[in-house]
């Protein structure tokens, strides 16, 4: 790979600025001649007041925006793309077009245009050091992996869009990538993570690739040239429609689930949604659930006991427990027996009358919760280790 260190000024990397507002990404500049963010690069996520705003004032202060990386192309026609500087250069070209404002140096607002002459010139002069590469597709790729020098590291699925970068990838980030589109916020309430790091694209890749027992890179390497996201839009969507119509109602602990996993496992089941929102409430309003978010796959599985592990159950207070340990144990030494009563009676396990240490022992409900029973002291009793574990795993 072939590398070469050359300089163009702000006034020349942002002749034919264009920028995609709906999509959030920068298009073209120098001309036409170079590509801002090509299909393996992530979205511009500098918009945010701060980071943009800093790229322009360091160029007011005269410090250096660090090294750029340009991808050659077309080597006869000069024809690049941007390897590494994307977010920089799109910050500069949206400030010099006026798409974002700035702190002058008395605290107002002040857009390009606003700036004194000596400014807009000092910053159209600036020059950017940038190194223009010319290889292979996979020596390409895989520098862009490792230089990386934005100071934001490359996530996972950003990595994956670089490396399998082609059509699909292409259509994948325009639906499932693009911060306006209108169903990002129904998604949202499903997924966590940001569409700009593709962190919704790769929930939903996750979703299908496991649905077919297969890793996200081989789905996206099987699929690079797909020109269609008909197979993926297909299944995000019913596992989306599939988790809305059992739970009609919206809950805040559903954010972030194995939804794919969940409908794989689950959908081929019937459940009537006002059931379901009933037993929701219902477990909702126990104090006793210390994990809300396993309500809704206990309710999937029929509440089976096996599950209630998903719940966290709140646990017996120390303090509750050393009472019924001290009562327990002075009536069983009283009486010649053990303090678990599940011991007094199993001859097999040979303690009928062993006196276990307060360590030794776990607090058990008496009457389970599944059955109504409740974290109170007046539900508690002490069994060893042992027994506890059997009733547990029964």
């Excluded at 790979?1 to 942002?14: I, R």
């Excluded at 009609?248 to 019937?270: A, C, D, I, N």
């Excluded at 994990?291 to 999937?300: A, C, N, P, R, T």
């Excluded at 599944?370 to 069994?383: C, D, H, P, R, V």
């Amino acid at each position: 790979m072939k590398t070469e260190l050359v300089q163009y000024t702000v006034s020349e990397l942002v002749k034919g600025f264009q920028y995609n507002e709906y999509e959030g990404k920068g298009l073209f500049g120098l001309s036409g001649r170079l590509t801002i963010q090509p299909e393996y690069q992530r979205n511009y996520i500098y918009a945010d007041g701060k980071r943009d705003v800093a790229v322009i004032q360091s160029m007011l202060k005269g410090y250096p925006t660090g090294l750029y990386y340009f991808n050659v192309i077309d080597a006869n026609q000069h024809i690049l793309e941007i390897l590494d500087g994307q977010q920089r250069v799109t910050s500069i070209g949206r400030f010099v077009t006026g798409k974002f404002a700035i702190k002058d140096i008395n605290g107002n607002e002040t857009t390009f245009s606003g700036l004194s002459l000596d400014q807009q010139d000092l910053i159209r002069n600036t020059k950017l050091l940038v190194y223009e590469t010319n290889g292979l597709e996979s020596e390409i790729k895989e520098w862009f992996k490792t230089i990386n020098i934005s100071g934001i590291p490359l996530n996972q699925q950003e990595i994956r869009n670089a490396i399998y970068s082609g059509p699909f990838i292409t259509k994948a980030k325009e639906e499932f990538s693009n911060s306006q589109n209108a169903n990002i916020q129904k998604w949202s309430a499903y997924i966590k993570g940001s569409p700009l790091r593709q962190e919704i694209l790769e929930e939903a890749l996750n979703w299908i690739s496991t649905s077919q027992n297969i890793s996200i890179d081989e789905y996206m390497s099987t699929h690079r040239k797909d020109d269609n996201l008909n197979e993926l839009k297909m299944y995000f969507n019913a596992v989306i429609d599939w988790a809305s119509t059992v739970f009609p109602v919206v809950e805040r602990e559903m954010r972030g689930l194995e939804w794919g996993r969940l409908y794989e496992t689950y959908h081929k089941q019937s459940y009537n949604p006002q059931t379901v929102s009933t037993e929701l409430s219902k477990l909702y309003e126990d104090a006793d659930i210390s994990k809300k978010s396993g309500v809704f796959e206990y309710i999937l599985s029929g509440q089976k006991p096996k599950f209630i592990k998903l719940l966290s159950i709140r646990a017996f207070s120390e303090t509750d427990k050393r009472t019924i340990y001290k009562q327990q144990t002075t009536v069983s030494q009283s009486a010649g027996v053990s303090n678990c009563s599940y011991c007094v009676n199993d001859t097999e396990y040979n303690h009928m009358t062993h006196i276990w240490t307060f360590k030794e022992m776990e607090g058990d409900h008496i009457t389970p919760w599944s059955k109504g029973g409740k974290t109170e002291i007046a539900n508690l009793q002490m069994l060893c280790k042992h027994h506890n574990g059997m009733k547990t795993n029964n």
